[in-house]
């Protein structure tokens, strides 16, 4: 008996051993992804396999005469729809340090496509083409089918830029929208165009953040929607400051509204035209809203309608052939000068992979950058002029022995450095206001909190070359002995407008 058993084990083991040896082959040599995909994985560098290297750069071509059983990788092999090309993103990538584009060629989409969850240090940006005038000659067309919601839909944790496209007819029923985003997505249209969808032509959600340069929404229900704690800049990155600009943004003819701010949500509208609109933009449910050097012009029932615990600071607008220009009620106020923070860039501590830690090495390193073109508020060209200023607001955790300092840098320049005053585990806070003198002079005051103690620190008015270029805004770190820690838990910019 006990012979018959040794050989029944010794017979399994045997078996399992080639089993095991079989399927470790397998996972050596074969793609976890769908055969889909795999064709056109086969012929992607080793190097975007996986992670995208911080210095790759992928395209992947659409075409609205491709095919979807094409690599995808050349203009010549271009997929048919976008949304193959974001299942080969997602299901590629697990982190991407790198860049992608997305090209689309000139012609008609009847189709949507939706992409979640793909953690990206850099914007993944659709990029289509224009023609005469600056029309976009990329059209995604929702009319003749039942079944698209959208055009677009990116969430949880997206960074994305969708450029040079025009979104029209997504109309079939009330829910209906151009771009969808939510759950800490962050989205930069420049130059699109959405027109008659059936509930917004933008329509932003749950804790994202939008940036609306150029482009035009026609005949929606409501032009701009941004919704649940989320932050929107519209009429970024005007090249004038003002209406002349030829690529600002107008939003016209919606049924409801041209942009509704709702629920907790804040942001700015600059240099925007609002026309033709029932309500030219409402603001709602404790929302807070800059609104600088507009356009409101023939709404049906007022320019500007403010409600519900919310706030609006009214600067420098143009009011033209309204019913009504502006009007608050239910507790809503208009703010004669703001002393509000308005949310301008805000890294969300989940957007990272892992918490940012630094120890082990006794150098100065970054913890992140900033580099939306927000220092470039410190620019005439800017939402930030002279006499304003930025909040840099950081918080985080000191642990181990020895020094640790947090050091905020303007490009190479150091503007504010904060040492730790305690030698053990310690929460820090700090908030650094930085002041706009002039387009070369800066003033810097900060406020440091680290466990119960407190204290303000003035630094003396700089004059610095950095101010007149686009310079990034860096958070670093450096540590006098290699077992101390500085670990940052969030990383965010307002501006006091």
Not at 205 to 217: C, K, P
Not at 292 to 297: D, G, T, Y
Not at 371 to 383: G, I, P, T, Y
Request: proline residues 2%.
């Amino acid at each position: 008996m006990q012979r018959r058993n040794f050989l029944v084990t010794f017979i399994l083991w045997i078996l399992s051993f080639f089993i095991g040896y079989k399927v470790g082959k397998a996972d050596d040599n074969e793609s976890t992804l769908s055969d889909d995909n795999k064709e056109g994985l086969a012929k992607i560098d080793k190097r975007f396999a996986t992670k995208l290297d911080i210095a790759a750069v992928l395209t992947i071509y659409v075409s609205p005469a491709g095919d979807d059983n094409n690599d995808g990788l050349s203009q010549s092999a271009p997929f048919r729809t976008l949304q193959r090309a974001f299942d080969l993103i997602k299901n590629t990538y697990s982190v991407i340090d790198g860049k992608i584009n997305v090209d689309l060629a000139p012609g008609t989409y009847e189709q949507s496509a939706s992409i979640s969850n793909v953690m990206s240090k850099n914007r993944i940006e659709i990029i289509g083409k224009k023609g005469a005038n600056g029309i976009p000659t990329v059209i995604f067309e929702g009319g003749k089918k039942e079944d698209l919601s959208c055009a677009m839909l990116f969430s949880d944790y997206m960074n994305v830029m969708v450029q040079d496209i025009k979104i029209q007819n997504y109309a079939n029923n009330v829910t209906r929208s151009g771009i969808i985003t939510q759950n800490y997505t962050n989205l930069w249209t420049k130059n699109v165009h959405a027109e008659n969808c059936g509930f917004a032509g933008i329509n932003v959600n749950l804790f994202s953040r939008l940036y609306v340069e150029g482009g035009t929404v026609d005949n929606c229900r409501i032009g701009i929607r941004v919704y649940s704690n989320s932050i929107c800049t519209i009429g970024y990155n005007n090249q004038t400051q003002s209406l002349s600009d030829p690529n600002h943004t107008i939003i016209k003819n919606c049924t409801e509204t041209g942009i509704l701010l709702y629920n907790m949500s804040t942001g700015h509208v600059d240099y925007s035209e609002l026309d033709r609109n029932r309500v030219g933009i409402i603001i709602q449910n404790s929302s807070r809203l800059h609104v600088m050097k507009n356009l409101i012009k023939n709404s049906e029932v007022l320019g500007v309608q403010v409600t519900t615990s919310s706030t609006w600071y009214n600067n420098e607008n143009i009011y033209k052939n309204n019913a009504q220009d502006y009007k608050h009620f239910a507790f809503s106020t208009e703010e004669a000068q703001s002393e509000e923070y308005t949310p301008l860039l805000k890294v969300h501590p989940t957007c990272f992979i892992d918490k940012v830690t630094h120890t082990g090495n006794l150098g100065e390193v970054n913890f992140n950058t900033i580099n939306e073109k927000l220092v470039h508020s410190l620019q005439a060209n800017s939402f930030v002029k002279k006499g304003q200023k930025l909040k840099v607001i950081i918080n985080g955790t000191f642990l181990g022995p020895g020094v640790k300092t947090v050091r905020i840098r303007l490009g190479n320049e150091l503007i504010a450095s904060f040492p730790s005053i305690k030698d053990s585990k310690s929460n820090f806070a700090l908030e650094c206001d930085l002041f706009v003198v002039n387009s070369i002079n800066l003033k810097v005051v900060g406020k440091w909190t680290e466990g119960n103690v407190a204290f303000n620190t003035l630094f003396s008015d700089r004059k610095t070359a950095s101010l007149a270029t686009n310079q990034n805004l860096i958070a670093t770190g450096e540590l006098s002995d290699k077992k101390g820690y500085i670990i940052i838990e969030s990383f965010e910019v307002r501006e006091i407008a």
